[in-house]
């Protein structure tokens, strides 16, 4: 794994620019203006149209972003990617694209807070239906599918419930039913995860996790591996007739994303591009303290259960070897006595930071069921299944011993 980390650091690294900076930079420049100027009326229409690649309004398109864009592309693999706003607009821009009223999601309820939401109640304002089913059950999964299902949707990793579903099975029921898989892969970032190698069609992630290099920036990425045949799909079949597998790509880029306006800042890329630096260092460093914590945890004083992907003990440790390789990340959930126990140990920690985000550089902890979930109403606390005695701790680039003894401290 260390050599494949070598390479994808090689090819962020030594990446060309579309277009040679006039002085020579080699870092691209942040291009914060919000218009471009042609030489020609001629010149201006083939650009508006899309025919001559150059850019027009930093809403559409920006040189800065298309070079991060262009980034990531080359080390996720994937064939088209676009930069936006935040994790959640790439979300909310990917369904737009692809649902229609009368249309259904199929999907978990074991799904971030915001995405629960977006998909359980700002998208039924809209016609569009989310069917909530155990994702790690490939039957039931299969028996929820019907003609109007536009999606299915996981993610790679549960947040918090650190659950992992087969990829690949879910792939070939989605596919068999004409419907593509779509993946938020935050969790674990490239080269750990290939997507395209386990049957996903799109990916959806939040670049202010790993990619951002410190929680710099608020920033989101659809990466389109333009592997799913769009003639079959109802919203995109149309111009898949002359599109092809590029449908999806076509609709996003050309209307989907002008007419919301979520197009990336240029300030955004140039942060998260120094970000894509240093991140297989810093996934490395994270996930490697990560799992040392996982293991003292599991015999820590008062600690009932640890979820780690990356343990030996843990349910899904052998389909996570497969899917995400030795380290599934650097986020762990532990649980204590109950909610009480588990605001006394926050409120003493001196190394780890009370705060939300996940994949910062410092390590942060967070009582998911009363912030991420705390506005939800009883019933739908119920359906998202959080425990009240659940802890989730992202691990950052602190020393091991420090951020033990932190805990240890916490506990007594």
Same mark, same amino acid.
């Given at each position: 794994?260390?050599e494949?980390?070598?390479?994808?650091?090689?090819?962020?690294?030594?990446?060309?620019?579309?277009?040679?900076?006039?002085?020579?930079?080699?870092?691209?420049?942040?291009?914060?203006?919000?218009?471009?100027?042609?030489?020609?009326?001629?010149?201006?229409?083939?650009?508006?149209?899309?025919?001559?690649?150059?850019h027009?309004?930093?809403?559409?398109?920006?040189?800065?972003?298309?070079?991060?864009?262009?980034?990531?592309?080359?080390?996720?693999?994937?064939?088209?990617?676009?930069?936006?706003?935040?994790?959640?607009a790439?979300?909310?821009?990917?369904?737009?694209?692809?649902?229609?009223?009368?249309?259904?999601?199929?999907?978990?309820?074991?799904?971030?807070?915001?995405?629960?939401?977006?998909?359980?109640?700002?998208?039924?304002?809209?016609?569009?239906?989310?069917?909530?089913?155990?994702?790690?059950?490939?039957?039931?999964?299969?028996?929820?599918?019907?003609?109007?299902?536009?999606?299915?949707f996981?993610?790679?990793?549960?947040?918090?419930?650190?659950?992992?579903?087969?990829?690949?099975?879910?792939?070939?029921?989605a596919?068999k039913?004409?419907?593509?898989?779509?993946?938020?892969?935050?969790?674990?970032?490239?080269?750990?995860?290939?997507?395209?190698?386990?049957?996903?069609?799109?990916?959806?992630?939040?670049s202010?996790?790993?990619?951002?290099?410190?929680a710099?920036?608020?920033?989101?990425?659809?990466?389109?591996?333009?592997?799913?045949?769009?003639?079959?799909?109802?919203?995109?079949?149309?111009?898949?007739?002359?599109?092809?597998?590029?449908?999806?790509?076509?609709k996003?880029?050309?209307?989907?994303?002008?007419? =919301?306006?979520?197009?990336?800042?240029? !300030? %955004? $890329?140039?942060? +998260?591009?120094?970000?894509?630096?240093t991140?297989?260092? /810093?996934?490395?460093?994270?996930?490697?303290?990560?799992?040392?914590?996982?293991?003292?945890?599991?015999?820590?004083?008062?600690?009932?259960?640890?979820?780690?992907?990356?343990?030996?003990?843990?349910?899904?440790?052998?389909?996570?070897?497969e899917?995400?390789?030795?380290?599934?990340?650097?986020? =762990?959930?532990?649980?204590?006595?109950? !909610? %009480? $126990?588990?605001? +006394?140990?926050?409120?003493?920690?001196?190394?780890?930071? /009370?705060?939300?985000?996940?994949?910062?550089?410092?390590?942060?902890?967070?009582?998911?069921?009363?912030?991420?979930?705390?506005?939800?109403?009883?019933?739908?606390?119920?359906?998202?299944?959080?425990?009240?005695?659940?802890?989730?701790?992202?691990?950052?680039?602190?020393?091991?011993?420090?951020?033990?003894?932190d805990?240890?401290?916490?506990?007594?």
């Amino acid at each position: 794994m260390k050599e494949e980390q070598k390479d994808v650091s090689t090819v962020i690294l030594n990446q060309r620019f579309h277009l040679k900076d006039v002085h020579g930079s080699i870092s691209m420049p942040v291009y914060a203006g919000a218009a471009f100027e042609f030489d020609t009326a001629e010149a201006m229409e083939q650009a508006f149209l899309g025919k001559s690649g150059m850019h027009t309004y930093s809403r559409i398109s920006n040189p800065t972003v298309e070079a991060f864009e262009e980034r990531v592309k080359q080390i996720s693999g994937a064939e088209h990617v676009l930069a936006v706003a935040s994790g959640m607009a790439a979300i909310s821009d990917t369904f737009l694209n692809i649902a229609y009223a009368g249309s259904n999601i199929v999907t978990t309820s074991h799904l971030f807070g915001n995405t629960f939401s977006l998909f359980y109640i700002t998208l039924k304002a809209f016609g569009v239906e989310v069917r909530f089913c155990d994702m790690l059950n490939p039957a039931e999964v299969d028996a929820t599918i019907d003609d109007n299902t536009c999606a299915v949707f996981t993610e790679i990793i549960t947040n918090p419930h650190m659950e992992v579903a087969d990829l690949k099975a879910l792939s070939e029921i989605a596919h068999k039913k004409n419907v593509p898989l779509i993946a938020d892969s935050t969790l674990v970032t490239w080269p750990q995860f290939n997507g395209n190698r386990l049957g996903v069609d799109i990916e959806v992630v939040s670049s202010t996790k790993y990619v951002s290099g410190g929680a710099t920036s608020i920033g989101g990425l659809i990466l389109d591996h333009q592997t799913f045949d769009w003639s079959k799909s109802p919203r995109l079949g149309e111009l898949a007739k002359t599109t092809g597998k590029t449908a999806f790509t076509v609709k996003l880029r050309g209307e989907i994303s002008r007419n =919301l306006g979520a197009y990336m800042a240029p !300030q %955004t $890329a140039h942060l +998260q591009s120094l970000g894509l630096e240093t991140l297989a260092l /810093r996934f490395e460093r994270s996930s490697h303290t990560c799992k040392k914590l996982a293991e003292f945890l599991q015999t820590a004083p008062g600690v009932q259960n640890v979820n780690y992907n990356g343990l030996p003990t843990d349910r899904f440790y052998k389909l996570s070897c497969e899917q995400f390789g030795e380290y599934p990340g650097s986020m =762990l959930t532990f649980a204590l006595k109950d !909610q %009480t $126990a588990c605001f +006394q140990l926050m409120n003493k920690l001196q190394v780890i930071r /009370r705060a939300t985000n996940i994949y910062d550089n410092k390590s942060l902890i967070i009582h998911p069921l009363s912030t991420i979930y705390g506005t939800l109403s009883d019933e739908l606390k119920k359906m998202v299944c959080v425990p009240a005695n659940m802890l989730r701790l992202s691990v950052g680039l602190e020393n091991f011993e420090d951020l033990k003894a932190d805990i240890l401290q916490a506990m007594k």
